[in-house]
């Protein structure tokens, strides 16, 4: 059932994806108000943007803090938290609404959206929070830390998601 379930939704809804961004959905049972619909599933996945983004900071924290752990010298990266929810704030203005839909789940019909920090905005973020943090970071390691902060590590939990939808 789970399996036929995932198979009927599009690729975009389940896999987020913007080249070289960051990119998140969610959906609402269609209240018939298409406006009404848009902005509750937009904030949604916007707020799902921003939970992303600080758990990709945490995973640059954690990379980070790991790198230099690995040198004589043990600095601790804990400002990239404090940071990251200050500038994602800041950024998630400039995040847009790139798709939506109204997708049939489970029999009901949800209004779908997805938002993104489009490729720009991503690096600029990335930036601000090595710049805010105060670390030293070498041109190489920076190379590396942008290519690790745009990876998504960050596995949903299909099973919570489907629970919200089929609800």
Excluded at 95 to 117: E, P, Q, W, Y
Excluded at 139 to 149: H, I, N, R, S
Aim: hydrophobic letters at 35%; one cysteine or more; charged letters at 30%.
């Amino acid at each position: 059932m789970l399996l036929r379930l995932l198979s009927n939704l599009p690729n975009w809804v389940l896999n987020p994806n913007v080249t070289d961004g960051i990119a998140a959905t969610d959906c609402v049972k269609f209240s018939g108000n298409l406006s009404v619909d848009k902005k509750l599933a937009t904030a949604n996945s916007r707020l799902a943007l921003a939970q992303q983004i600080e758990t990709r900071v945490e995973g640059l924290e954690k990379t980070y803090s790991e790198r230099i752990d690995s040198n004589d010298d043990t600095t601790v990266g804990t400002t990239f938290s404090s940071v990251s929810k200050q500038l994602t704030k800041q950024k998630l203005q400039g995040s847009r609404l790139i798709k939506s839909d109204i997708i049939n789940i489970s029999g009901k019909d949800h209004f779908c959206v997805m938002t993104a920090l489009e490729p720009n905005q991503t690096k600029s973020l990335f930036d601000d929070i090595l710049k805010q943090s105060k670390r030293l970071v070498n041109p190489a390691d920076e190379k590396f830390l942008y290519q690790e902060f745009k990876a998504d590590k960050a596995e949903k939990n299909l099973d919570e998601e489907i629970k919200k939808l089929t609800n």
